[in-house]
């Protein structure tokens, strides 16, 4: 089966922001007198829609949840992550723009989706100076869908827009295991984890993917056999 695009998660995976992201979460998660660790907040809340986030990692460490509670974290998170991000550092996780190019060369989409709305994905695209059909063919992000991950719309909307048919013709690749979940459900040719960002090899494990690669490069090799 021949690869025709690689579905990449942003944070963790392609982009190093230090994750500031999950930091800046905690932080507001923690304002509203929450006492949860980052460790948890990665945990129950990497890769996820961020509101959708805080709701996992509050149901998850055992505090009671209401609707308004969590519009007042979201709100909170939204502003402060817009003040980090004005002075953040972001840089290309290693071997990412090497393995872009590559893929390009062998006529294979790139795609990057994400967990952020799209305001914070473009912000750290424009720090990259990366740019549609340069880099990268397409950008997909978690407010472009009514349904968000693990469940795969943002995979189908990528695949209506470049016109691919078949998801066994699709690897996606991400740092957490709803990242792995979101590829299964898309029924994609491969779903990868990566060990660059919010899970560990073990945690990544839990989640059954067909391949846990340490480096975003070893992905070559693995089209490379396939094809």
């Known amino acids: 089966m021949s690869v025709l695009m690689v579905v990449f998660d942003m944070a963790g995976t392609t982009v190093d922001e230090d994750n500031v992201v999950y930091k800046t979460l905690q932080d507001a998660i923690v304002h509203y007198s929450y006492p949860v660790s980052l460790s948890q907040v990665l945990e129950f809340g990497a890769g996820k829609e961020k509101r959708q986030a805080v709701i996992d990692i509050l149901e998850n460490t055992g505090f009671e949840v209401s609707s308004e509670n969590v519009d007042l974290i979201f709100a909170y998170f939204i502003d402060k992550l817009a003040k980090n991000y004005e002075t953040l550092d972001v ?74 048919l078949d998801s066994k013709n699709i690897i996606k690749v991400g740092d957490s295991t709803v990242d792995i979940e979101e590829g299964q459900n898309a029924e994609c040719l491969l779903s990868i984890g990566i060990t660059s960002g919010a899970h560990t090899h073990q945690q990544l494990r839990e989640a059954d993917p067909d391949f846990i690669i340490d480096n975003v490069s070893e992905l070559i090799g693995i089209i490379e056999y396939l094809h």
Not at 99 to 119: A, D, H, M, P, S
């Open 91 to 164: 840089k290309p996780l290693p071997d990412v723009e090497q393995t872009f190019k590559n893929l390009k060369e062998r006529n294979i989409k790139v795609v990057l989706n994400t967990g952020y709305n799209r305001k914070t994905a473009e912000s750290l695209i424009a720090k990259l100076r990366w740019e549609e059909s340069n880099q990268f063919d397409l950008l997909i992000t978690a407010s472009d869908v009514k349904k968000n991950r693990p469940q795969p719309d943002m995979i189908l909307l990528a695949m209506s827009k470049l016109n691919i």
